[in-house]
T-cell receptor
Framework: GAVVSQHPSRVICKSGTSVKIECRSLDFQATTMFWYRQFPKQSLMLMATSNEGSKATYEQGVEKDKFLINHASLTLSTLTVTSAHPEDSSFYIC??????????FGQGTRLTVV | AQSVAQPEDQVNVAEGNPLTVKCTYS??????LFWYVQYPNRGLQFLLK??????LVKGSYGFEAEFNKSQTSFHLKKPSALVSDSALYFC????????????FGGGTRVLVKP
């Protein structure tokens, strides 16, 4: 199946700093990618839809100024957590939809803000 | 709005016994249904999908699922569970009208005991 690569897999940062997470579709082009957040022992919560060449679409309650999304090419979307706080600590996962309609997910990024 | 319900938080089964993970959904129009598996600190791995056609869908690692339109269900099954099947399983749905946006169930943790 298609491969989506997410980097880094783990990151620890200090409060107030920004962290960038990359999501790449390695063997297919993705005009749309999705960013999810997952809390321990919970399901995935869709944060935003990343659209190549245009602004991201954010879900209700997600701060667009805090979670900056850039989809500069058909194979790369980035999520930047700005001015991170401990409550932003979470597992972030990206996905891209393949030609068969199924979503392929990155490995996830464990963010810890100290 | 589309929704997915996984009524069981956890399913325990002995190795070699049949495994069933339940999923019901609600969506406008024809559903696209998916099952994913997640191992600790990892992204989601695609198992199988129902788009159209035969109601019984076969997927990866010996898993299968049956689409039942009248009961709006898409239960995941495996005839003989392995210890290595222990993981977190997510059912997901999307309607064509919702674009590629997936809605996930809450997840079911499967524990296969030797």
């Amino acid at each position: 199946g298609a491969v989506v690569s997410q980097h880094p897999s783990r990151v620890i940062c200090k409060s107030g700093t920004s962290v960038k997470i990359e999501c790449r579709s390695l063997d297919f082009q993705a005009t749309t990618m999705f960013w999810y957040r997952q809390f321990p022992k919970q399901s995935l919560m869709l944060m935003a839809t990343s659209n190549e060449g245009s602004k991201a679409t954010y879900e209700q309650g997600v701060e667009k100024d805090k979670f900056l999304i850039n989809h500069a090419s058909l194979t790369l979307s980035t999520l930047t957590v700005t001015s991170a706080h401990p409550e932003d600590s979470s597992f972030y996962i990206c996905s891209a939809v393949g030609t068969g309609g199924e979503a392929f997910f990155g490995q996830g990024t464990r963010l810890t803000v100290v | 709005a589309q929704s997915v319900a996984q009524p069981e938080d956890q399913v325990n089964v002995a190795e070699g016994n049949p495994l069933t993970v339940k999923c019901t959904y609600s969506v406008s129009g024809n559903p696209y249904l998916f099952w994913y598996v997640q191992y600790p600190n990892r992204g989601l791995q695609f198992l199988l999908k129902y788009i159209t056609g035969d109601n019984l869908v076969k997927g990866s690692y010996g898993f299968e699922a049956e689409f039942n339109k009248s009961q709006t269900s898409f239960h995941l099954k495996k005839p003989s569970a392995l210890v290595s099947d222990s993981a977190l399983y997510f059912c997901a749905v999307r309607a064509k009208a919702a674009g590629n946006k997936l809605t996930f169930g809450g997840g079911t943790r499967v524990l296969v005991k030797p």
